[in-house]
């Protein structure tokens, strides 16, 4: 006796997929990519909010400022520390626009969260965040609300642009014309 679920097959012949089908999961595969690349920049603020919270109760999980001046030194005072974040404010918004102007694909707005965050704990070691908190977390909100919409404004430029592409590949069934 043989079980019919035993019995072999004819294998179902392998259809070739078309060049315009392979085409359009491509495309569909690029707007899903930027589709989840477009939050990166909102993900980073608010990473940086929860930095901004820890900072305004005052870093409780840190060991006292005397204790880590007393191994590791005197910090720089709180007006060096200001001339650098205001260097950095500007260097990074000056930065931000030119990427997006050239229209480059940079996703890296996570690495303002940790230059922020350091700013936050320099004024800590230095005693002097109670004065700087708004100053750092002004900078912050500009410099990551710039980035997010630079991040945000490339991915929705990109999808758009990929959709044309399937719209053309639809009705024509061939590659779009490259520009």
Not at 24 to 40: A, C, F, Y
Not at 45 to 50: D, E, I, K, N, T
Not at 87 to 99: E, K, M, N, P, V
């Amino acid at each position: 006796m043989t079980d019919k679920c035993a019995q072999q097959r004819p294998t179902d012949p392998v259809i070739p997929r078309s060049g315009a089908e392979q085409l359009k999961d491509d495309l569909t595969k690029e707007i899903n990519r930027l589709n989840g690349l477009s939050t990166r920049g909102v993900m980073a603020l608010a990473l940086f909010l929860f930095v901004s919270i820890l900072a305004w109760f005052g870093f409780l999980f840190l060991p006292a400022p005397e204790a880590v001046t007393a191994v590791l030194g005197k910090p720089p005072s709180g007006r060096i520390i200001s001339i650098v974040l205001l260097l950095y404010t500007f260097s990074a918004i000056i930065l931000s626009l030119s990427r997006m102007t050239a229209g480059l694909e940079h996703r890296s707005s996570f690495s303002h969260v940790g230059y922020l965050t350091g700013f936050f704990i320099f004024y800590y070691f230095d005693t002097s965040l109670t004065d700087n908190y708004w100053a750092v977390f002004g900078s912050g909100i500009t410099v990551l609300g710039v980035e997010s919409y630079r991040i945000w404004n490339f991915c929705a430029e990109g999808i758009a642009k990929n959709k044309e592409d399937m719209e053309y590949v639809t009705r024509t069934g061939r590659p779009p014309p490259e520009e």
